[in-house]
């Protein structure tokens, strides 16, 4: 099993230009999730999805768009890339058992925005 | 959202044992108190969690107070391996939000040999 993989591992986006970071779980898993990481910083929600079809809001949503259609693949689509957006970036995935279960994350997507 | 309080950073000895303690005085009976670690460089992986009783695993154990508002993640025997920034989660379990992580500062641990 690969479990959780992303890509690319490495991109660099000039500003406004749009670019899709690739997620894709092989645990048949209900919950995916996608978090950015600031240098020095914890993991911040940025949308998340309950199964194929749902996708809902996290905390630092601005600027990113989701979807999800099917089980497998979650992708995360920067709009209009602003050096703000300069980040890690990491997806999750979970078997959706509310406060317990174990959350597995890929090895993130390390994107500068210039 | 009930809060968790870690020091910023702590240092260990390797193959000593390390405590690295979390205050969560805010928890509520549902919450679920989890400890997530991140290596240099990667995404976090899941080390342990518990909700009232002490838990051991592989790699390591939870102490949890009896009052619940504290909480203390034990490595017996720290490896440089175990450096690594560690964060103290509650996840609440009477909701979805329960289903996401809400991330802290976390404890840098820093292991000499």
């Known amino acids: 099993n690969a479990g959780v993989t992303q890509t690319p591992k490495f991109q660099v986006l000039k500003t406004g230009q749009s670019m899709t970071l690739q997620c894709a779980q092989d645990?048949?898993?209900?919950?995916m999730s996608w978090y950015r990481q600031d240098p020095g910083m914890g993991l911040r929600l940025i949308h998340y999805?309950?199964?194929?079809?749902?996708?809902d809001q996290g905390e630092v949503p601005n600027g990113y768009n989701v979807s999800r259609s099917t089980t497998e693949d979650f992708p995360l689509r920067l709009l209009s890339a602003a050096p703000s957006q300069t980040s890690v970036y990491f997806c999750?995935?979970?078997?959706?058992?509310?406060?317990?279960?174990?959350?597995?994350f890929g090895p993130g997507t390390r994107l500068t925005v210039l | 959202d009930a809060k968790t309080t870690q020091p910023n950073s702590m240092e260990s000895n390797e193959e000593e044992p390390v405590h690295l303690p979390c205050n969560h005085s805010?928890?509520?009976?549902?919450?679920?108190i989890h400890w997530y670690r991140q290596l240099p460089s990667q995404g976090p992986e899941y080390v342990i969690h518990?909700?009232?009783s002490n838990v051991n695993n592989r790699m390591a154990s939870l102490a949890i107070a009896e009052d619940r508002k504290s909480s203390t993640l034990i490595l017996h025997r720290a490896t440089l391996r175990d450096a690594a920034v560690y964060y103290c989660?509650?996840?609440?379990?009477?909701?979805?939000?329960?289903?996401?992580?809400?991330f802290g500062g976390g404890t840098r641990l820093m292991v000499k040999p």
């Open positions: 999750a995935t979970h078997r959706g058992l509310a406060g317990v279960g174990e959350q597995f």
């Open positions: 645990m048949n898993h209900e919950y």
């Open positions: 999805s309950v199964g194929a079809g749902i996708t």
């Open positions: 805010t928890i509520s009976g549902t919450d679920y």
């Open positions: 518990g909700l009232t």
């Open positions: 989660i509650l996840r609440d379990s009477s909701s979805n939000a329960g289903n996401m992580l809400t």
